[in-house]
């Protein structure tokens, strides 16, 4: 039994049939919201402590209406003067969620199902016990990932460690609003992954650009160990690449919006004549276009592509030249992004989607996706060897940034499709997701409810808290509660990778955080500083001149 200092005895049951509440002085307010306690309770003949967390604080005792008349007046005064004993008010019931016991066996918690018995001594949880139950992995050791300490403690007191293997296997959500934090945290995630004791392979979208900072961790010590010292690559926007053979059907189609029916089925055509004729991944644009004519209603010879086209052939080569060959080159004949460029353990890819088309973004990541899917089949399955495009032979993880442009809610994009497949059927392949938004209520609820790893940090949007509470079942309504006091970099996390909710403070970023805000009025004074400064005087000396034009009646150099 863990050796602790009683603070307050068992009154009763509580509202529900996993709550009870005890009677606390708590002068040193020491029982805070989400702080853990425990009472030891007999359980098949062993005694076990049981623990829970507190969800609600009331004082037993308060001063009598009377004595705060007067705002001038302290009550503590009016008290003594009556000879009333404020001591004696300091008197609290507190509200406790059962949490049950720890089993080593099962790695969770057991709820005894059997309330405390009314006057047993509560005690606060001792750090060791709580360091020891709360989190599934360990700081520092293999498949963990520290993210910070629990925050009704002390820094360093109940270090909080992801199961990175729970949140490779089911997924990853990070949600919170804006300036919360969450590209911060998303960054000690990403730390976590390319320590040694991880060497995770990483793909992040990056659609701001925020993430170019993580080129840091290959010049820190902390991240290397013997001969590993990670990689991280990234992909600006000019560096992008896609070929126009690995889009499907349906990516064009998404990349030539408003077509019509007949568009639409000419184009079907074109793109199954595209296949069978030069390969389902070796056509190339003007092949595509060629297919376009070859196919088209009413052609009339083998040399018809010298002829006029036909206004809807027209209309959709000229669509088909002008989304694929003139997007900055990202779509290209024969250049693609390969697998081993982007994936390799102890690699952390980052591909930059800032001035990209939002449409393009999407086509660009559910490619990405899709082919990283594939291979992962391919490869578990037998079908891919060494030596082959498509050949991953390792696990992936891949981060997506405002997850919500994505896989939008009552909206369809192209990447929404791909994003549910891998949801529900990647963890058999390997293919995990991370998802990072600060809108819930924007994102398809059905891909949020894939993510059985949650963290979440402040929330004041109703529709977001609602959204929050619709599809993620581990966050209990006492933590939604919290949601809107959470302060900057103080986050719930909850589900597979951890044994209960949890509320932390992010442990500070080892790299750079590329996520910051705009200072304003401070580059407005560099600005009259510098470049301003030179303005006025380059003013100044027009004016001068000017003057000395107009008095000599002389047009000057």
Known sequence: MTQSTCIGTVKGPGETPHEFTFIAPDPERR???????????????????????????????????????????????????????????ELFQITVTVLGFYDSVLHDFVNPRVPPIGGA??????????????????????GSAYLGDLLSRGPGA?????????FTSTHLAIIASTGSGKSYLAGVLLEELMMPYNRAAVLIIDPHGEYDTLQDIQNLPEFREGNYKPSVRIFRPDDLRVRISSLTLGDLRYLLPNLSEKMHYQLGRAYAFAQRSWGEDKYTLEQLKMAVRQTAEGKRGEDSEDEEDDPTTGALIWRLGASLGGSGKIFNDFQNMELNELFEPGRCTIVQLNEVD????????????????????DTEKGKASRGDRNYVPFPVFCLMEEAHNYAPANADAVSSEVLKTILSEGRKFGVSIGLISQRPGKLDSDVLSQCMTQCIMRITNPIDQNRIAESVESVGRDLLMELPSLSKGQVIVTGASVNTPVMLKVRTRLSRHGGQDIDAPELWQKWFEGEGLAAQKDGALFAEKKLNRDEDGELWA
């Open 358 to 377: 939002q449409r393009e973004q999407q086509v660009i990541a559910a490619t990405l996706l899709r082919r990283v899917y594939q291979a992962r089949v």
């Open 158 to 166: 109940v270090p909080v460690a992801l199961n990175v293997r729970g």
């Open 121 to 142: 001594p509560v005690y606060i949880a001792a750090d060791e016990m709580l360091t020891g139950v709360l989190s599934r992995g360990r700081k520092g050791e293999r």
């Open 31 to 89: 029982v805070k919201h989400g702080e853990f306690v425990y009472y030891a309770a007999s359980v098949d003949g062993v005694e076990k402590e049981i623990l829970g967390r507190v969800t609600g604080r009331e004082p037993v005792r308060l001063f009598p209406d009377s004595f705060l008349a007067d705002p001038e007046v302290p009550p503590d005064t009016v008290a003594a003067l009556l000879g009333y004993d404020s001591d004696a008010r």
